[in-house]
């Protein structure tokens, strides 16, 4: 399964937000997806079993449990895809953090000509 197919799918990319905060084992991942998504143990037991067979996750026994974890080198490998695209994006991003910087700054010097004025 190549890897977009992997996280298209929005449950797996909710598993993989949940696994990024910290190993969580089955039984929690289950019910954070259960709840937010509506869908059996099951189902969900699938969409960890397909992020473990395409490397995304990991999973490690400790006694009865098992323990999920984010595996980061697929997500370096799409990293390294898309970094061919961040050129469309990356100046946007640039000037944007710009505009940004710059109204912080203008209400920042609005808020101090304001408390001299008091």
């Not at 449950?11 to 059996?40: M, N, P, W």
């Amino acid at each position: 399964m190549h890897a977009f197919d992997v996280l298209g799918d929005p449950v797996r990319r909710r598993i993989l937000e949940l696994l990024a905060d910290g190993e969580r084992t089955s039984g929690a991942v289950c019910a954070a997806i259960q709840q937010e998504f509506d869908i059996s143990q099951p189902a969900v037991s699938q969409h960890l079993k397909v992020l473990r067979d395409n490397g995304f996750a990991t999973v490690r026994p400790d006694g009865v449990r098992r323990l999920y974890a984010v595996n980061t080198e697929p997500l370096r490998d799409i990293d390294a895809w898309l970094d061919r695209f961040r050129r469309f994006w990356a100046p946007r991003l640039d000037a944007l953090g710009t505009e940004l910087a710059r109204g912080k700054r203008e209400r920042q010097l609005r808020e101090q000509a304001n408390d001299t004025k008091e």
